[in-house]
């Protein structure tokens, strides 16, 4: 059923209401208009603690009793997953990057919890080939580390991903981007079962 299918958007970005916060939005307001429920996350609201690499979470709990608790009930229960990020220093941002760290409890032993959701990347850079490309593939990798699919932005132009240069607003052409990648996500998710 299509009303079913859950979106989750996780926000990157230090700046609550910045360039990512609103290319995530709209993502996330195509993907309802196409009848997808969506859930929005943003990191700047979490405490959460870099990971120690203990791997205590082998055996079911990690050390930390932080916010990615809640993170991690809404990744279970999404079907499909937008990073949002802007660039730092050509890729994703730290706060992004730490959230990505802890989700190795997922494929901990022989359990891929998140295997077979559906993955799609956004990344905000301030100038053109400010290193957007490899902010998605950092994403892309992280989905594939997770046994999940990672989806190209699709038709009209289908790259790696979504991209924003400058301001999201006057992005037009970075705006149809994000809504092509959403209506892609949303198809994605609608084939799954
Ligand atoms: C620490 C830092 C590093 C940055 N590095 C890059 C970069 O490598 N490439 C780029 O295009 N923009 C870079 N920027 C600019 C941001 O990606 C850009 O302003 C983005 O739109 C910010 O998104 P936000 O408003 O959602 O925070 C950097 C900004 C900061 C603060």
Redesign the pocket.
């Known amino acids: 059923m299509m009303a079913d299918k859950l979106v989750l958007g996780i926000?990157g970005?230090?700046?609550r209401?910045?360039?990512?916060?609103?290319?995530l939005r709209h993502a996330l307001a195509v993907l309802e208009q196409e009848g997808i429920r969506t859930q929005y996350i943003a990191l700047a609201d979490l405490q959460i603690a870099p990971c120690e690499g203990s791997f205590a979470c082998r055996s079911g709990t990690c050390v930390h009793d932080d916010d990615m608790g809640s993170v991690c009930d809404a990744l279970r229960a999404c079907d499909g997953l937008i990073l949002?990020?802007?660039?730092?220093?050509?890729?994703v941002?730290g706060q992004l990057k730490v959230m990505m760290d802890r989700t190795v409890l997922f494929r901990a032993g022989s359990r891929f919890e998140l295997s077979g959701k559906v993955g799609a990347g956004i990344a905000?850079?301030?100038?053109?080939?400010?290193?957007?490309e490899l902010t998605l593939q950092n994403m892309q990798t992280f989905f594939l580390q997770q046994d999940m699919y990672a989806l190209a932005d699709g038709p009209r132009y289908s790259h790696s991903g979504a991209t924003?240069?400058?301001?999201?607003a006057d992005d037009e052409l970075g705006l149809q981007t994000v809504a092509n990648l959403a209506r892609r996500m949303a198809a994605a998710v609608r084939e799954r079962r």
């Open positions: 926000h970005s230090p700046h209401e910045g360039n990512t916060a609103f290319a949002a990020s802007p660039v730092y220093m050509g890729m941002t905000c850079g301030g100038f053109r080939n400010g290193g957007q924003i240069v400058g301001r999201a």
